[in-house]
């Protein structure tokens, strides 16, 4: 499975739900607080910037917003919110493609950095960050803790989420740090829907050393957009990374 098989037409039109998931105000809410109180009144930009999920409540926030994204179906949603003139989005990958001007934030939300499948485009995205940012900007990755702990011996997979009408599953491949979230849907018939995304997951340590490999150092880490303590039992973290100001 690659990104443009992944983020088609279909799973553009499925992905916005307003008032509940990820777009519940309780989720979105604190995160466009958090950046638009990070970009300091300078312009942000957002590797893959999807439907605009952030970027659009963050751009009524009075932040410039611009955004690269990979998927055209998912640009084509976007544009049913907001127009090129109001949030600027480049056709590529977050890892290399390029955005006009500079930045006093860039950032990464929901896991996404996960999408990229290997360490090289995972550090190159480290890079790419880097030189969009202007002295003293800031990097912010949302990012799921692995549930490695979570597995017995001999057992490959686990149930992150249960409730009526969906069960999230996730199966490592440890050797390869590699993971297939299967998301599967279903009402009172026989039948159910099932999509599946691939990712390479990454320890928070690990993560901080990409940064220091693209002259970054760790700002701060929290458990969520909130504030909330990191520890060892959470099981997300936003992390903001800083370019020094001089």
Same mark, same amino acid.
């Given at each position: 499975m690659n990104q443009e098989e992944i983020w088609d037409v279909d799973a553009a039109q499925r992905y916005d739900t307003p008032g509940t998931g990820m777009f519940a105000s309780e989720i979105l809410e604190p995160a466009v607080d958090r950046l638009a109180e990070l970009a300091g009144g300078g312009a942000a930009l957002e590797f893959a910037i999807g439907t605009g999920r952030v970027a659009v409540p963050l751009a009524g926030r009075g932040v410039p917003v611009t955004g690269i994204e990979l998927s055209l179906p998912m640009i084509r949603q976007l544009r049913t919110r907001a127009d090129e003139a109001t949030i600027p989005v480049i056709v590529g990958d977050m890892a290399t493609s390029v955005a006009p001007g500079e930045y006093t934030l860039v950032y990464l939300v929901y896991n996404t950095i996960s999408n990229l499948l290997t360490q !090289? *485009? @995972?550090? *190159?995205? $480290? +890079?790419? !960050? !880097?030189? &969009?940012?202007?002295?003293? %900007?800031?990097?912010?990755?949302?990012?799921?803790?692995?549930?490695?702990?979570?597995?017995?011996? %001999? @057992?490959? %997979?686990?149930?992150?989420?249960? *409730?009526? +009408? #969906?069960? +999230?599953? /996730?199966? #490592? /491949?440890?050797?390869? @740090?590699?993971?297939?979230? &299967? &998301?599967? =849907? $279903? /009402?009172?018939?026989?039948? !159910? =829907?099932?999509?599946?995304?691939?990712?390479? #997951?990454i320890w928070p340590a690990e993560l901080d050393l990409m940064a220091q490999l693209a002259g970054f150092e760790l700002e701060t880490r929290h458990a969520d957009w909130s504030g909330a303590e990191f520890t060892a039992e959470s099981r997300s973290h936003v992390s903001v990374y800083r370019i020094p100001p001089s």
């Open positions: !090289a *485009e @995972q550090v *190159e995205c $480290f +890079g790419n !960050a !880097a030189r &969009h940012l202007e002295p003293g %900007g800031r990097f912010v990755i949302e990012l799921w803790v692995p549930e490695l702990r979570k597995l017995p011996p %001999g @057992q490959t %997979g686990t149930v992150w989420q249960a *409730e009526p +009408g #969906y069960i +999230g599953l /996730d199966t #490592y /491949d440890v050797l390869r @740090q590699h993971v297939v979230s &299967h &998301h599967f =849907r $279903f /009402d009172d018939s026989k039948e !159910a =829907r099932l999509t599946r995304s691939p990712h390479r #997951y």
